[in-house]
């Protein structure tokens, strides 16, 4: 299959047609246009996710395509920004029909979800790898950053932590029970926190979406406000499912492990935090203070714990480039 006909046959469907508002010129020409309301600014992001890296071998294509538009959307959920348009770049080791069929019907699932469309991209021939661009929209002055969390703030999440890590142990077995089926679905399937991300705007004072896992990007927020955190060890939230298939290791592993793509944000401590942001349970789970650094109450002992999270260029890591 020539790369003309496999961009016309099976991504070509999926960009919308016509495009929706906001987007002038959809993809097929040599650029997309898009065209911002006044006092909105564009929020962009990249992800890239690389076969065996980023996901298994021979993982399934539809859950591919989801998993990279998700994390990709994620940082503008992270940011309170509204969904716009996105591009893909991909390469494939191959052009098999029966891949690309599932690939496409994923992304097109996963585009109506986020509502986000796609406006175009690039297409290569190299070993699996997806990067997704994603671009957004936010009132001027109020995309959420990393950067404005205060001395006295209580530090919050989202849903459950540690989910999609435990189903790192089960994605590649077979006749699951149904508290690991459920485990495997949050890595599948991360619903980006959207509605809760513009919710916070003007209301939170800093906003991460956690993918590396709690400890490195809370850790990315202390650094960047200039503050440091005590986290409250039982007040980790975990899930049903993983309270049952790790007992009491649950909250250890919700402390580290990644792609959850739950929100972690700061809100200042005299306003009443609800808990459920549109439908979303919160829950806080620490307090910002001035001494830098990340601290960890448990049991009536407060120890220091170290900020970091995975790192692609560390020892296990790919190495140097
Ligand atoms: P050019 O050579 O002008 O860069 P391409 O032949 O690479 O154009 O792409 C033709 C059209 O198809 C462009 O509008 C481009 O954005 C789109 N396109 C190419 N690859 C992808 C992809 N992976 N996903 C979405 N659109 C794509
Ligand atoms: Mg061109």
Redesign the pocket.
């Known amino acids: 299959m020539r ?2 006909e496999l ?1 016309a046959r099976y ?2 469907p ?2 919308e047609q016509p495009p929706r508002a906001g987007v002038t010129l959809g ?4 650029c ?1 246009l898009l065209r911002l309301e006044p006092d909105q600014e564009l929020a962009i992001s990249m992800d890239t996710l690389v076969e065996g890296r980023h996901f298994p071998p021979n993982y399934p294509p539809e859950h591919v395509a989801w998993r990279a538009l998700a994390t990709a959307v994620s940082d503008l959920a992270a940011a309170g920004a509204a969904p716009l348009a996105f ?4 390469t494939l080791p191959a052009a098999e029909v029966r891949w690309l069929e599932a690939f496409a019907a994923g992304l097109a699932e996963a585009s109506a979800a986020f509502d986000i469309a ?6 290569t021939r190299g070993p699996l790898t997806l990067t997704v661009q994603v671009h957004g929209t936010v009132p001027a002055g109020q995309a959420l950053t990393r950067s404005g969390a205060c001395v006295g703030d209580q530090v919050c999440v989202t849903g459950t932590l540690g989910d999609a890590g435990e189903a790192l142990r089960w994605l590649d077995k077979k006749d699951l029970d149904a508290d690991q089926s459920w485990v495997c679905q949050r890595y599948h399937h991360p619903a980006p926190r959207l509605a809760v991300g513009q919710w916070l705007r003007g209301k939170a004072s800093a906003a991460i979406d956690v993918s590396d896992g709690l400890m490195a990007d809370l850790g990315h927020i202390l650094k960047a406000s200039g503050v440091g955190a005590v986290l409250d060890f039982e007040s980790i939230p975990v899930s049903p499912a993983l309270q049952a298939l790790q007992g009491g290791d649950a909250k250890t592993l919700a402390l580290q492990a990644g792609d959850d793509y739950e929100l972690c944000f700061t809100w200042p401590g005299t306003a009443p935090l609800p808990a459920k942001i549109a439908g979303i349970p919160v829950s806080v789970i620490g307090v910002i203070e001035s001494q830098p650094g990340l601290r960890l109450r448990r049991d009536q002992r407060v120890k220091n714990v170290q900020l970091e999270g995975y790192d692609h260029f560390q020892p296990g890591g790919i190495g140097p480039l």
């Open positions: 790369e003309f961009i991504l070509r999926v960009a993809m097929g020409d040599d997309a591009t893909l770049g991909l796609l406006i175009g991209g690039d297409t």
